[in-house]
């Protein structure tokens, strides 16, 4: 399963494997932002964490179809599938390899952006901390979509449609978390469900997932 | 012994959908139209909202049949993952477009409803964004049906994200709650007698829930028929390619 984590990891770092693209859009994606709303910063300030949570579900979104659809298309799937390891554990190392390449990146440019948009200062360390703890949920998620999808021809575009409505709660409680940063109350109730539903998923959805990935692999 | 198993046999749904249906759809829209005359005709005007508030003999039994239908779709699909009968899978997917017109009839008369009443043809209330978030989950499940070629693929597939997004779905609208204070009223059907509707309202609102019920069976009944031909026609063109 290490061996499987480190060859995604390599294959998603080097050339041709889209590493920092998600990062790239998210970066773009944050920029437009103020050209669309305006540079007030009295609004931005207040958009700033439901734009910043906003942009890294699209980000995470970008790279999804290709946690499984390379390995599809060339076969090592299918040799995943036969190999002595559990096909839910390839999931999970494939989530985790996502999560690694997409989402850690997110959670390190994200107080970068948070200064672009005025972000009020205490809301930094909750951006980071809520990034840190819902995107592995992203991630998990996006996994699960990605392997309904595989065997599709056009599958990005069902991907986003099956992934997104998927992604409400977490979204709903990430973008709370830091709002609640921002204005100086207590983030504990929408931080802990933001943990709740990454450890949910993390448990629950490989299972879900390694089912989807049989059917689409008999 | 009857079970209710045999019904998974296609030739016994169709057989005795065949002698039920013509009568259960006169029964499903003899209690509509009852219901729907007795609730705009014979009720009287309320104190505040006027004629306006008649619109809960749509709205409400609609948004009721959406969850409904949801609901149903997810014990189809569990009988069809544990138990692989095949009208199980057809009538899952026959009840989905079913489901998302209620979703959207609840929607709308909603908005007509409360561009009056609220001032507004749309408010970010949780009751109202779980259900747009519904009528999504909606959309998503019937795309993975049209993209999937294989009909036993398909069936699977559309199942574990009914399951999955059943999970989900649930999570939406307790998070929304979370998200924002709601504006919407409380339940029209209760056991608390403050929360509950008056009287007068509520035994022609019954009528239409039953109606609307009723309507939903027989639509997905007869969608399921629809399905299961279309499955023997394409079972028919392969023996005629083959030979």
């Known amino acids: 399963m290490i061996a499987l984590l480190k060859r995604d990891l390599a294959l998603a770092v080097r050339a041709g494997g889209g590493f920092g693209l998600g990062l790239a859009f998210f970066l773009i994606v944050t920029i437009l932002v103020p050209f669309g709303v305006g540079p007030d910063s009295g609004v931005l300030e207040i958009i700033a964490p439901g734009i910043l949570w906003v942009g890294a579900l699209l980000a995470c979104l970008l790279s999804l179809d290709r946690i499984f659809a390379l390995d599809f298309e060339d076969g090592s799937l299918d040799l995943l599938a036969t190999a002595p390891i559990p096909l839910e554990g390839v999931v999970a190392m494939k989530a985790v390899a996502h999560w690694l390449t997409t989402g850690l990146p997110l959670v390190l440019a994200a107080p970068v952006l948070g200064t672009l948009l005025h972000l009020p200062l205490p809301a930094y360390v909750w951006l980071m901390a809520s990034l840190a703890i819902g995107t592995p949920a992203l991630s998990m998620i996006g996994a699960f979509g990605a392997a309904l999808t595989v065997g599709l021809k056009r599958g990005g575009l069902l991907l986003s449609l099956l992934v997104l409505p998927l992604y409400v709660p977490t979204l709903i409680f990430g973008a709370e978390t830091v709002k609640r940063g921002a204005e100086g109350l207590a983030t504990g109730t929408p931080a802990l469900m933001l943990a709740g539903i990454t450890l949910a998923s993390c448990a629950l959805l490989p299972f879900a997932a390694a089912g989807a990935l049989r059917v689409n692999l008999r | ?23 259960l759809t006169v029964l499903a829209a003899a209690v509509v139209v009852v219901g729907l005359v007795w609730g705009f005709f014979f009720t009287p005007d309320d104190y505040k909202q006027g004629s306006t508030v008649k619109i809960i003999f749509i709205h409400v039994p609609a948004a009721i049949m959406a969850t409904g239908a949801w ?85 699977d597939l559309t199942s574990v994200l009914c399951l999955v997004g059943s999970v989900f779905a649930f999570l939406s609208r307790y998070a929304v709650y979370f998200w924002n204070q709601g504006l919407h009223q409380g339940s029209s059907i209760s056991m608390d007698k403050e929360e ?33 031909r279309a499955r023997r026609i394409k079972a028919l063109e392969a023996r005629e390619r083959m030979a």
């Open chain 2, 196 to 228: 509950h509707l008056a009287d007068a309202y509520s035994n022609p609102l019954w009528v239409c829930l039953i109606g609307f019920g009723l309507l939903f069976v027989v639509l997905v009944l007869g969608r399921t028929r629809t399905e299961i």
């Open chain 2, 1 to 23: 012994m009857a079970s209710i198993w045999q019904y998974a046999n296609p030739r016994k749904f169709m057989e005795t959908t065949d002698k039920v249906l013509p009568a």
């Open chain 2, 71 to 155: 609901f149903m779709m997810l014990a189809a699909s569990l009988i069809w993952l544990i138990r692989r009968h095949h009208v199980s899978a057809l009538a899952a997917r026959a009840a989905a477009p079913v489901g998302m017109t209620f979703t959207l009839i609840g929607l709308f008369t909603g908005a007509i409803w409360g561009q009056p009443m609220w001032g507004t043809w749309w408010e970010w209330d949780p009751r109202l964004t779980s259900f747009l978030v519904l009528f999504l989950f909606y959309i998503g499940y019937i795309a993975l049906w049209e993209a999937i070629e294989n009909p036993d693929a398909a069936a």
